[in-house]
């Protein structure tokens, strides 16, 4: 009778070690669920007040610094294939550089924003791996829309996704006299044809329905 209440003991702890083990393997699966965001589509809805395009130019007199205020922008990717989607709106007529001439000039005969008062970015293709819950930095195609013209940029993306948040900023060049855009230089003055764009962006995260 010892040996079999012996034994009963032995499968009862058995059966405890094993039940224990599952609840802690659900508990485990459970703190990693954010992870598994990304085995579907994801879907990065930004927060336009709290996001900015910051731009740098050199001339031979200054360096000029300013910002665009984005409208609003919503962007998706499949973390697998690397397809991407949706775009940014910038606010063309936001921009200013703390000099109201230089601003309006910018405005009037340069980007022309009473005809086009939108600036738009729309993402195609990521190049890299986008980790999931941490900082990643990939490369980001797409397209922006600029004084009327479509154009192909690559930007550079350092980014940081949770299940629920992300931060981002994104760099990229705009050879904007290669564009078609009017060349600012005078005799006195003469500009740098490259302008520098950073994007400082931040939202919330989801998965793609």
């Given at each position: ?79 697998m294939s690397g397809k991407a989607g949706g775009e940014v709106v910038v606010y063309a007529g936001s921009g ?105 962006m931040t939202g919330t995260a989801k998965t793609a329905n």
């Amino acid at each position: 009778m010892r040996v079999v209440g012996a034994k009963s003991a032995i499968v009862a702890l058995a059966v405890a070690v094993v039940v224990a083990f599952f609840l802690s393997a659900i508990a485990v699966l459970s703190m990693r669920l954010p992870q598994t965001i990304f085995d579907h589509g994801i879907v990065l809805a930004l927060d336009a007040a709290q996001s900015k395009v910051h731009y740098t130019v050199d001339s031979s007199l200054h360096t000029v610094h300013g910002t665009f205020n984005i409208k609003s922008g919503t962007l998706s990717f499949d973390p697998m294939s690397g397809k991407a989607g949706g775009e940014v709106v910038v606010y063309a007529g936001s921009g200013e550089s703390g000099n109201s001439s230089r601003d309006e000039r910018m405005h009037k005969e340069i980007l022309e924003t009473t005809k086009y008062p939108d600036a738009t970015f729309r993402a195609t293709q990521i190049e890299g791996t986008v980790a999931a819950g941490g900082v990643s930095d990939v490369k980001v195609k797409g397209i922006v829309n600029l004084h009327g013209q479509d154009h192909e940029i690559v930007a550079l993306v350092h980014a940081e996704i949770t299940s629920t948040q992300w931060k981002a900023t994104a760099k990229f060049d705009v050879p904007y006299v290669q564009w078609g855009i009017k060349d600012p230089s005078n005799w006195l003055l003469k500009v740098k044809p490259v302008v520098n764009i950073e994007l400082d962006m931040t939202g919330t995260a989801k998965t793609a329905n």
